[in-house]
């Protein structure tokens, strides 16, 4: 089916209120012609719509008679539509309103100023900016109060916190999609840095994107499957002060520290609890640590919880279904990911087949259920 088939078929569904077809069928037409600013920018408003902002949402699709999956959210969508078209309007749109859901208001009303100055007859654009501007002075009035009621006379603190892994903390989700490059993160009292190590990666195949409380990282290398890693933050950061290097071994990101907050871990977590803002004492002595020391986390024993959890989470229906394909296909042999996308390409999605021998040396015939019969789609 052509590209413009499917966008067509995805307006449809989104217009019936079926956003998570829309966005499986917008993820196919991107599949098939990936430089089209309008399919990235469609696909982000069905994500809002589901509430897709940051993180991994999977899409099982085909390209090249090969199963593949790929990772849609709205941010990243919108971010990629700016990329192609930068005076596209409806990018900037997308991403403030995505922001503004994720209380990323000064992110927002940056992308929603430059969306502006494209389209100033469009009112959206000065009512969401109006919006930004009164949660970003409630925020500010917020963050005066707790810091004189709540600031401790004298703190002390190291200058350099040590090295700690980003495993999740107790109230982080492990995604079932391991990424593919391992990373870390250690801080200081005015910034974070976190390390991906990614090996030999030409500087034109990565993408560094900062918000006021998103880190976005895309790795697309021609032939191999692409990096997504968007992590919400732990606390917000000043985009304009943050910046990264690009090694032969790795990639480097220091992001500025909007406040001078411990953070507990690299994400975003509602359980966790906001460290007090540090006075540096102005002295040159060495610095001070608290005599006890803190519960060590068992991380291996928390991993293996939700790996747990993970494995007996109950699914209904498609969702079930769709779990199942991808588990066999993730741990397929290539025999087995050749039947399976074979068979079900040439059956018009009727048949999935995992046996090779039995398929790979004849075409495979629909088999609908029963009842039903087998059509093929009208171009």
């Not at 589901?50 to 941010?75: I, M, P």
């Not at 919006?131 to 603190?157: G, M, N, S, W, Y």
């Not at 050749?338 to 999935?352: D, I, P």
Request: glycine share 4%.
């Amino acid at each position: 089916m052509a590209s413009s088939d499917l966008e067509t078929k995805a307006k449809e569904a989104f217009l019936d209120d079926h956003f998570e077809l829309a966005v499986d069928l917008y993820s196919q037409a991107i599949t098939l012609n990936p430089n089209c600013a309008e399919l990235f920018v469609d696909r982000a408003q069905a994500n809002i719509k589901l509430g897709n902002f940051t993180g991994e949402k999977t899409s099982l699709v085909f390209r090249d008679n090969q199963l593949e999956l790929l990772s849609t959210y709205a941010v990243a969508d919108a971010n990629k539509a700016i990329e192609l078209d930068p005076s596209m309007a409806k990018a900037y749109l997308r991403k403030g309103m995505a922001c503004i859901k994720l209380e990323e208001y000064q992110t927002a009303k940056t992308a929603l100023e430059t969306g502006a100055s494209l389209a100033p007859a469009d009112s959206r654009f000065n009512h969401l900016i109006k919006e930004c501007d009164e949660r970003i002075a409630e925020e500010d009035e917020e963050l005066h109060a707790q810091l004189v009621d709540k600031a401790p006379p004298q703190v002390v603190t190291p200058n350099i916190v040590p090295l700690t892994n980003t495993l999740p903390s107790q109230g982080t989700t492990l995604s079932s999609t391991k990424l593919k490059y391992r990373h870390e993160f250690y801080q200081k009292p005015e910034e974070v840095v976190v390390t991906i190590f990614a090996k030999g990666i030409p500087s034109n195949s990565i993408v560094v994107d900062f918000g006021e409380q998103i880190l976005s990282v895309s790795i697309e290398v021609p032939g191999e499957e692409p990096y997504h890693f968007q992590p919400r933050l732990f606390g917000k950061i000043v985009p304009t002060k943050s910046r990264y290097d690009i090694m032969s071994t790795k990639i480097e990101i220091r992001l500025a520290k909007a406040d001078a907050t411990h953070w507990t871990s690299l994400e975003f977590s509602k359980d966790a609890v906001v460290s007090q803002k540090a006075n540096v004492s102005s002295t040159n002595s060495k610095p001070t640590y608290p005599s006890s020391k803190p519960k060590r986390v068992d991380w291996d024993k928390l991993e293996a919880q939700v790996k747990k959890e993970e494995k007996e989470e109950k699914l209904d229906g498609d969702a079930a279904l769709n779990k199942f394909f991808r588990d066999i296909y993730k741990d397929a042999n290539e025999d087995t990911r050749r039947a399976m996308s074979k068979s079900f390409v040439e059956s018009n999605g009727t048949v999935l087949s995992t046996n090779w021998k039995e398929v790979g040396s004849k075409k495979v015939q629909g088999s609908p259920p029963d009842g039903m019969e087998l059509k093929k789609w009208k171009n």
